[in-house]
């Protein structure tokens, strides 16, 4: 039986009063810790202190001090946008599923969406060089670092100049990932730098990937964007905000992390990478999304395009049984890099391409709001010395 101090599934779920794929979903963040049954092996027991944290915090009534910390960290919204939401499982692009959207449009025209513009495109054609570095992800730092050396402040700029802005700081960091300067859409260009011919299956997954990843809510990135965006920054320094902001591991770097966990289970075994995981309260990447209790429907809409190389089919499978958990956005990155037989750093360069839509589209809307981002600390430091 059971000790105290680990209690089983079941009793977790009917404690915080959740379904199997939520209770997995706090395990795979961390927030809850797990080892196997030493009676049964096939059958795993959930910390009882984590779960009785989980559920008072649910239930407790909390200071507006609390209230405003915890919705820092997957709380409530914190900033009115327009721009996009996450209802019934479903993304919506101001108002319009992501998931249709992605059947017949491009980057360009969605990025023009989030940002609430109509019309034609509008496009610059003078654009330096791509930057020289060995990898895209240096280029792609180096080319908006470069711009935001040089771009005018956005604040007080007519909405037109924004627009042009906007459309050519796109096609610079395309410019950057790709290696050089070129014409027409994006999702085909980026496909003839991969050794894609333009306008054939891969290029079409490449377009659907893109505009699935464009915008995702107020995340990590996104918010940084607004912040910089909040003091009057030009939209590349938003961008350079943005991006550096995905580089970390637990948000657009969550791909390395990804091939990491499929490299283990191709050495180990699916099942036994998995439970190596589990045993030692660590996360499943590419598995799971707060957002989303059941499926991540970008994820699912990209991975039915595609067919999955053996190992992540394998992996795929064996998460689902073990944890019910689904594969998220991550994973689809890395499947479809994979599939296509892309450079080992494509899912961070076609995050990072389709995400710098939303920056943009965030910072033009947090610059319209004409208030600054600027919270108040909680201090819990040593009391100050009032001499």
């Known amino acids: 039986m059971p000790s105290a101090d680990w209690i089983a599934a079941e009793d977790a779920r009917a404690r915080l009063g959740v379904r199997p ?39 407790r009534s909390r200071k507006v001090s609390d209230v405003a910390a915890g919705a820092i960290a997957w709380g409530e919204p914190v900033l009115a946008s327009s721009i996009t939401t996450v209802a019934g499982g479903r993304l919506f692009y101001r108002g319009r599923d992501a998931i249709k959207l992605a059947e ?89 730098a991969w050794g894609l011919g333009p306008g054939g299956p891969g290029a079409d997954l490449i377009r659907r990937t893109l505009v699935l990843v464009a915008d995702h809510e107020l995340n990590a990135s996104a918010f940084s964007a607004r912040v910089a965006a909040s003091t009057g920054a030009s939209l590349s320094a938003c961008a350079l905000a943005g991006i550096a902001t995905l580089s970390g591991p637990r948000h657009g770097g969550a791909t390395q992390a990804v091939q990491t966990l499929a490299a283990e289970a191709t050495q180990q075994g699916p099942r036994q990478a998995i439970a190596n995981r589990l045993v030692e ?99 819990v430091g040593p009391e100050p010395e009032f001499a």
């Not at 395309?174 to 496909?191: K, P, Q, S, Y």
């Not at 599939?339 to 391409?353: E, I, R, W």
């Open 21 to 59: 794929q939520t209770l997995y979903a706090y395990v795979s963040r961390g927030r809850v810790q797990v080892r196997p049954d030493p009676h049964d092996p096939r059958r795993s027991l959930y910390r009882a202190a984590d779960i009785t944290a989980l559920t008072q915090r649910k239930s």
């Open 104 to 192: 017949t449009e491009t980057l360009e025209a969605v990025a023009r969406l989030l940002r609430g513009g109509h019309g034609a495109a509008l496009k610059r054609t003078e654009r330096p060089a791509s930057p020289h570095a060995p990898d895209m992800r240096s280029r792609a730092f180096l080319a908006l670092a470069q711009r935001a050396g040089i771009d005018p402040p956005a604040k007080g700029r007519a909405a037109l100049a924004l627009a042009v802005e906007a459309a050519t700081l796109l096609d610079v960091l395309t410019d950057a990932i790709a290696g050089e300067v070129g014409g027409g859409a994006i999702h085909n260009r980026l496909a003839m």
């Open 281 to 379: 309260d660590r996360a499943l990447p590419g598995f799971g999304h707060p957002l989303y209790p059941d499926d991540d429907p970008r994820a699912a809409a990209l991975l039915d395009r595609l067919t999955l190389p053996a190992d992540l089919a394998a992996l795929q499978q064996a998460v689902r049984a073990v944890t019910g958990l689904a594969p998220n956005v991550d994973f689809a990155l890395v499947a479809i890099s994979q599939g296509l037989k892309l450079p080992a750093d494509a899912p961070f360069a076609l995050f990072t391409v389709a995400r710098c839509a939303g920056w943009i589209a965030h910072a033009i809307e947090q610059g319209q709001s004409d208030s600054l981002i600027r919270p108040r600390a909680r201090y």
